[in-house]
């Protein structure tokens, strides 16, 4: 400082003129050595360390190298040079300490978090972590790291002790929750929301007990707002998100598949053996032809080879209406243009009941919207319960009113009377 205040002495300068001067040149200077050191710390440095650790023969630094804990803790090298440039301007030396101190303290929070994140990512890198999760305790030393670093920050702002701020929360803390017990609770839930990444803005969520269903509107520190599918309004406690169960649609939406489960209910009356001619007349369905001639052979092969007595279709093997029937399903959802392919997709028997034998159909639609997702739905079962009497069956259905005034005039009713 002294020599650019000699340079400028030279000039015929005010007094004036050369502090203003000096200051700006030593900032500028003082600006251009902190970026210079950040560029070689982030450019240099940096590639340096990632270059060491992508070839070595461990595998946690490079989860390090991923969390950026070397890239935060970079951000501490201009802030150092600031800060101990401070002594140059004395009359705003203890503003400018104190606001580097207070960068370099929430740096250095920041570099604790990407390390606890980069543990509990190594962590779960090993088969124990499933039977003993630690997310929960690093969740607590991450809050207790930000109120550490909270206390820290604001004594360093006001030149206080700690232990002072801390011995003032500790008398104050009763009258706090007392007072301010839902922006509390509403905060600490925030935080774990947030941190968990639970609920979004946009998220469809669905909880019963409040009864919401519908879309993420607004997130407040109190309150979540959910304009449910009626246009309603719900209005849920943020705590009541941690403290409670519900429902987040948004991996439906994020796979992109949205799922179908439905059963068709086969009348079991209409279960039978397939004969010679139904035989025929499947395999001219596109979808069941290479089954059905590769199934023939393969029962035939077999009761050949076990000399079966194909006079009673009890012996042996024998294809059914609702086999095949079923696996017409499966190939035709396997054609669909509208389900993903990708996904889970079976076509199964549920256990039969008083409704008949459920015929269930697990698959997934590729549009999650609600609208598409209900009409792919509606056209599958259109064509299952236009195909089914093809394949012999009946849809299971109790007797309507008409059903029994049919029965009442059909001629063997009558004669029964």
């Known amino acids: 400082m002294d020599f650019i205040r000699n340079q400028l002495d030279g000039y015929g300068m005010s007094e004036q003129m050369i502090g203003f001067l000096s200051n700006l040149i030593m900032v500028v200077f003082i600006a251009v050595v902190s970026i210079l050191a950040n560029f070689i710390t982030k450019k240099i440095v940096l590639k340096i360390i990632i270059h060491i650790v992508n070839n070595n023969r461990y595998t946690w630094d490079n989860i390090i190298v991923e969390k950026k804990v070397f890239h935060k803790l970079s951000h501490l090298v201009p802030a150092i040079i600031i800060y101990y440039s401070a002594s140059i301007f004395p009359p705003y030396q203890a503003l400018i300490e104190k606001a580097a101190g207070t960068y370099m303290i929430i740096v250095t929070i920041m570099v604790f978090i990407a390390l606890l994140n980069a543990f509990d990512a190594i962590y779960r890198s090993f088969e124990v972590s499933k039977i003993r999760p630690i997310r929960g305790y690093i969740q607590v030393v991450k809050i207790f790291l930000y109120v550490i670093g909270g206390i820290v920050v604001v004594s360093n702002l006001i030149g206080q002790n700690p232990v002072i701020i801390l011995s003032g929360l500790g008398a104050l803390s009763a009258v706090l929750m007392l007072i301010f017990k839902d922006s ?45 599918f009626d246009k309603t309004i719900t209005m849920i406690p943020s705590y009541a998100l941690i403290s409670d169960s519900f429902k987040n649609w948004r991996g439906m939406q994020v796979s992109g598949g949205r799922r179908i489960k439905r059963s068709f209910y086969v009348d079991t009356t209409s279960i039978s053996f397939c004969t010679k001619e139904m035989i025929e007349e499947f395999q001219k369905i596109h979808y069941l032809t290479d089954y059905i001639t590769t199934k023939v052979n393969e029962i035939n092969a077999y009761n050949i080879e076990h000399q079966i007595n194909r006079e009673s279709k009890v012996n042996g093997r024998q294809l059914t209406n609702i086999g095949v029937f079923r696996e017409y399903i499966h190939q035709y959802l396997r054609n669909h243009p509208k389900i993903h392919q990708d996904m ?17 159909i697990y698959a997934f639609s590729n549009d999650t919207t609600w609208v598409v997702y209900e009409s ?35 001629p063997e009713f009558s004669r029964g009377y």
């Open 376 to 410: 792919i739905q509606a056209d599958i079962f259109d064509h299952i319960f236009a195909i089914a009497p093809i394949f012999g069956l009946r849809a299971f259905q109790n007797p309507s009113g008409h059903d029994i005034v049919q029965l009442k005039e059909s």
């Open 344 to 360: 889970t997709l079976i076509v199964r028997q549920l256990a039969p009941g008083d409704n008949g034998l459920p015929v269930e």
């Open 184 to 228: 509390i609770l509403g905060l600490v839930a925030g935080v774990q929301l947030s941190s968990n990444d639970m609920v979004r803005v946009g998220d469809w969520i669905e909880m019963p007990k409040y009864d919401a269903n519908g879309d993420v509107i607004d997130i407040t520190l109190n309150t979540v707002k959910v304009m449910n």
